[in-house]
């Protein structure tokens, strides 16, 4: 059993599959996190809107699920959900693997523009911090999550959290930089 997270703006006991984008990361899906500080760095405020963490139980046993690491299979994964691809691992419950940095920084156009390679867009990737998302693709792997509590997440734990993303993104683009400028 894995204690896992995700933020949102509601309590959600009951997931639905149909509600998250399908040109995300990972397809569409239920997405999760089994680190609660990187869940909070997802943390946003929407208007009048709390911001809210969600807690639960995940069994992942029986589950066909699909693992992915920062690879060139990962990078084409995500690039083909992001363009509205069907989605080639459709067929597993779950898929567990590492978020795109780009998501959190704004990265994206650069690593796909073509002006660098696919060798080099990775490699730009692996720059970044590594957090590692969760993402439910059946009603089977949603049978194993069990919702535990929710809670409101405060402003100032939300200001804290967006100053932390705020770091990690000015580390992020001058390694990045640096990799660009080395023109491996």
């Given at each position: ?42 943390a946003k405020e929407r208007g009048d809107m709390p911001c809210v ?28 959900n992001r363009a509205g691809r069907p989605d080639a691992f459709s ?6 693997g590492p978020i795109a940095c780009d998501t959190l920084y704004d ?78």
């Open positions: 059993m894995l204690t896992v997270y995700h933020t949102g703006i509601e309590e959600i006991p009951k997931p639905d599959l149909r509600v998250g984008r399908r040109n995300a990361d990972f397809g569409q899906g239920f997405y999760l996190s089994d680190d609660a500080s990187f869940a909070l760095r997802w963490l969600n807690v639960y139980r995940f069994n992942p046993e029986g589950l066909r699920i699909r693992r992915l690491y920062r690879s060139g299979t990962w990078f084409d994964y995500i690039c083909a067929a597993y419950d779950a898929v567990i990265t994206w156009g650069i690593l796909t523009s073509g002006m660098i390679g696919k060798r080099l867009a990775v490699e730009a990737y692996r720059l970044g911090p590594y957090y590692r998302q969760i993402v439910l693709k059946s009603e089977k792997a949603l049978s194993g999550l069990c919702f535990v509590s929710a809670q409101t997440v405060a402003k100032e734990q939300i200001a804290k959290n967006r100053a932390v993303v705020k770091q990690e993104e000015q580390a992020y683009q001058e390694k990045m930089l640096q990799l660009l400028d080395s023109g491996e």
